[in-house]
């Protein structure tokens, strides 16, 4: 699914003396399939800017269309057909849990679908399994008594189950341990080349973003800096320091390797890259 | 396990492997089933001991939403303070002075459930510094800030440690920011597994992958680079040194 945000601008409070402009003319085109990240200091506007992808949250002005569709335009039942195709996994997990168990917590976004008992059961399972949990030591766990990092993976799987076209997620990877973090940014990216499902990810990480992502939309203020492709976003290191961002570790190590090295190249995010450019420089 | 004053002790683990477990304890806000824990010589245990402890050892934890209770800001942070008895006057001061410390002043009016997870989670440790407890313990206070927020908050940490000698320990996901830790404890499925200084702890890159953890992204690097014959110290941390490494 597509998704093409038309001049959206969205105010907290407003006429109230709390009036907040939390987006301001925002214009941006996500292609179907893509895989986009989303970086903002905190209170840029992320979050907000994603709650209207699923209805959550009405436009003060401007419009969203999803497939060409307009979908705060639609009727009630259309937007709630809409919202089973778009998976958004909330900033806060906690918010997300309510059933007594895990399972029927997991399960309660694929009944809504309206799907059959043991389709149900399957993807409860398989996602479960996704998001690296043990499904029968978890099954029957009441949600509020797991670590923080287990809530979140469950409430990854919740989304997960109801296999959207559009899954949006808001930090996914905070609280998750290091190998957490990998396995489920791992399946998030099969999903997205085997089902070529749309992504878009906010976060923190700009390891994470600069691994995953096809295109980066950098946030300030509720306005867009950039919408580009990591490769030409992580140059502008100094744009992005002043908006309380930053690059990736190793993006700045290449950076002071030049100083030895110029012909080292600076467009790399990941260990696995800045090893290979460097034992390519200094092995010549 | 013991914590000196002034020390600065990094927590590490899986997820679920005890480590708010382990602060809950040491906050007296659930008991030991087995043991005892002491804070500043007084037993958990012990009920008279309940609000000495807690306003000694103060607590930021991992999800801000639980720890606002105020309808704005400013209130918020004055509400540990005011439980303490701190006359009016001196809390002011403090809460101003708190609010500084996170950048947060700006915000001071405004709604707690207004702000965006970021800036909860610094008015959130903004309630803790003004009690002024002797003990810090932050469970992943950095898990929902951006670049600078993190940064910001964890100079803050540093600050608080090294200027005011508060002893701080600090459970985290993110391995650059213990580098700089006194001591670090490895907890694995509830029991401790590697304790010492962050360049011992770090070193043993394949250990800590083994149990879900990682090490800072310079040390891997490192690590990746040695593997394939480069001469370079197994205990690389930081960019400088990584720098340095590479450029004799
Ligand atoms: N209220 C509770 N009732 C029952 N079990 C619980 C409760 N809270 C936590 N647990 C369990 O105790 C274990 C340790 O949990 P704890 O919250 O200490 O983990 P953690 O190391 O802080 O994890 P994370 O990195 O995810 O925050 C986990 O297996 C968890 O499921
Ligand atoms: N319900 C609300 N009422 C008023 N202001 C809000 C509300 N939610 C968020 N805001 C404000 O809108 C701005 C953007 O918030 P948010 O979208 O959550 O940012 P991000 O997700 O980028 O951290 C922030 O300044 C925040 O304080
Ligand atoms: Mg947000
Ligand atoms: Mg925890």
Redesign the interface.
């Given at each position: 699914m597509s998704v093409e945000i038309k001049n959206l601008s969205h105010t907290y409070s407003e006429g109230s003396p709390f009036e907040f402009k939390a987006l301001k003319d925002v214009n941006i085109t996500i292609e179907d399939g893509s895989f986009i990240g989303i970086i903002g200091h905190t209170g840029s506007g992320k979050s907000t800017l994603i709650q209207h992808l699923n209805g959550l949250l009405t436009p003060t002005s401007g419009s969203v269309l999803v497939d060409g569709k307009d979908i705060f335009d639609a009727k009630k039942a259309e937007l709630i057909a809409l919202r089973h195709h778009i998976g958004l996994v909330f900033q806060y997990p906690e918010h997300q849990l309510f059933e007594e168990t895990v399972q029927k917590d997991v399960a309660f976004g694929p009944k809504n679908q309206g799907l059959s008992e043991e389709e149900i059961d399957q993807r409860v399972k398989q996602s479960i399994k996704m998001v690296g949990l043990d499904f029968d030591a978890i099954k029957d766990k009441s949600p509020f008594e797991l670590s923080g990092g287990q809530m979140r993976r469950v409430a990854i799987a919740g989304v997960l189950a109801m296999e959207p076209s559009v899954l949006i997620l808001d930090e996914p990877t905070a609280g998750l341990d290091p190998r957490g973090r990998e396995e489920i940014l791992a399946q998030i990216k099969s999903l997205h080349s085997q089902k070529k499902i749309t992504v878009i990810l906010v976060s923190h990480s700009m390891e994470d973003i600069g691994k995953m992502v096809e295109k980066i939309l950098v946030m300030n203020e509720g306005e867009v800096v950039f919408f580009d492709t990591p490769n030409r976003v992580f140059t502008e290191i100094s744009t992005l320091e002043s908006i309380g961002l930053a690059v990736p570790e190793v993006t700045y190590l290449m950076r002071r390797l030049k100083e030895k090295y110029p012909e080292i190249r600076e467009d790399i995010f990941t260990v696995e890259a800045a090893k290979k450019e460097i034992l390519k420089v200094i092995r010549g | 396990m013991h914590i000196e004053k002034g020390e600065f002790v990094g927590i590490i683990?899986?997820?679920?492997?005890g480590k708010?477990t382990l602060s809950k304890l040491l906050n007296a806000i659930i008991f030991p089933t087995q043991g005892d824990v002491m804070v500043s010589g007084l037993n958990t245990k012990d009920h008279e001991n309940l609000w000495t402890i807690r306003q000694t050892a103060g607590m930021v934890f991992?999800?801000p939403?639980n720890q606002l209770v105020a309808t704005i800001v400013e209130e918020d942070v004055a509400f540990g303070p005011e439980n303490l008895g701190v006359p009016p006057q001196e809390i002011r001061e403090r809460v101003d002075r708190a609010l500084a410390v996170v950048e947060m002043q700006a915000y001071a009016h405004?709604?707690p459930h207004?702000?965006?997870?970021?800036?909860k989670q610094r008015i959130a440790i903004a309630g803790i510094l003004a009690m002024e407890p002797e003990c810090i313990i932050f469970d992943?206070p950095t898990?929902?800030?951006?670049?600078?927020?993190?940064r910001e908050v964890m100079e803050t940490i540093r600050r608080l440690n090294r200027d005011k000698d508060m002893t701080v320990i600090h459970i985290t996901?993110f391995?650059?920011e213990i580098v700089a830790a006194d001591r670090i404890i490895v907890l694995d499925k509830g029991k401790v597994v590697m304790e010492g200084e962050p360049r011992m702890i770090f070193r043993q890159v394949k250990r800590l992958?083994e149990i879900?953890?990682?090490v800072p992204?310079?040390t891997?690097?490192a690590y990746?680079?040695r593997s394939?014959g480069?001469k370079i110290d197994d205990d690389v941390l930081s960019?400088e040194e990584?720098?340095n490494a590479?450029?004799q």
């Open positions: - | 683990g899986h997820n679920g492997s708010s991992q999800n939403d405004q709604k207004q702000l965006s997870g970021g800036q992943e898990a929902m800030l951006d670049p600078s927020g993190r996901h391995m650059e992958k879900g953890l990682d992204q310079m891997e690097l990746e680079l394939e480069l960019i990584m720098v590479l450029c």
